[in-house]
Antibody, heavy 116, light 107 residues
Framework: VQLVESGGGLVQPGKSLKLSCSASGFTFSSYGMHWIRQAPGKGLDWVAYISSSSGTVYADAVKGRFTISRDNAKNTLYLQLNSLKSEDTAIYYC???????????WGQGVMVTVSS | DIQMTQSPHSLSASLGETVSIECLASEGISNYLAWYQQKPGKSPQLLIYYASSLQDGVPSRFSGSGSGTQYSLKISNMQPEDEGVYYCQQGYKYPYTFGAGTKLELK
């Protein structure tokens, strides 16, 4: 199993960014997937979930601003980040959801910095 | 939201020592509790799922227990590679939530 995030970078407040997570080594279409973030020096915060059938759930802090999606043909998970705020600055990890509602595989993470 | 209160915030252990980390949920989570280890600059790694099941490849010196709202992670025979930050996480109800983390260092 391998998860590789990309698309991070420095962005101004109010702007947008799209993160990608390329999956390999498992049947991507059969698994729910999550995004989790970690602000510099802080703990872990769950961000969003998409089921294998593309149902979605969001943390209140990002609801209406972030959109999680997937392309099973490309084995890729996405996170569209709009109206970014300084408090969105974090490492963003994609992770696979296993049967027991835990994150059994994680990507290496991608840094998003929101600053003017 | 379910609050996860993790303790202690930090601890140090000698080689071979046994340590425990506690996690208290603000409501019952029916054993949907996981433990992760994170080393500096790395992504978290799953250690324990469903409160007491050991993830494949994780050394047997790690064990989990608990039920209802109280859960714990025990590390027996502390090794240098066990240094890191440990997080509990509930997967019972969205939003999934984590404890604040416990930093474990070798004394």
């Amino acid at each position: 199993v391998q998860l590789v995030e990309s698309g991070g970078g420095l962005v101004q407040p109010g702007k947008s960014l799209k993160l990608s997570c390329s999956a390999s080594g498992f049947t991507f279409s059969s698994y729910g997937m999550h995004w989790i973030r970690q602000a510099p020096g802080k703990g872990l915060d769950w961000v969003a979930y998409i089921s294998s059938s593309s149902g979605t759930v969001y943390a209140d802090a990002v609801k209406g601003r972030f959109t999680i999606s997937r392309d099973n043909a490309k084995n890729t998970l996405y996170l569209q980040l709009n109206s970014l705020k300084s408090e969105d600055t974090a490492i963003y990890y994609c992770a696979r959801k296993d049967y027991y509602s835990v994150f059994d595989y994680w990507g290496q993470g991608v840094m998003v910095t929101v600053s003017s | 939201d379910i609050q996860m209160t993790q303790s202690p915030h930090s601890l140090s252990a000698s080689l071979g020592e046994t340590v425990s980390i506690e996690c208290l949920a603000s409501e019952g989570i029916s054993n949907y509790l996981a433990w992760y280890q994170q080393k500096p600059g790395k992504s978290p790694q799953l250690l324990i799922y469903y409160a007491s099941s050991l993830q494949d490849g994780v050394p047997s010196r790690f064990s989990g227990s608990g039920s209802g709202t109280q859960y714990s992670l025990k590390i027996s025979n502390m090794q240098p590679e066990d240094e890191g930050v440990y997080y509990c996480q509930q997967g019972y109800k969205y939003p999934y939530t984590f404890g604040a983390g416990t930093k474990l260092e070798l004394k």
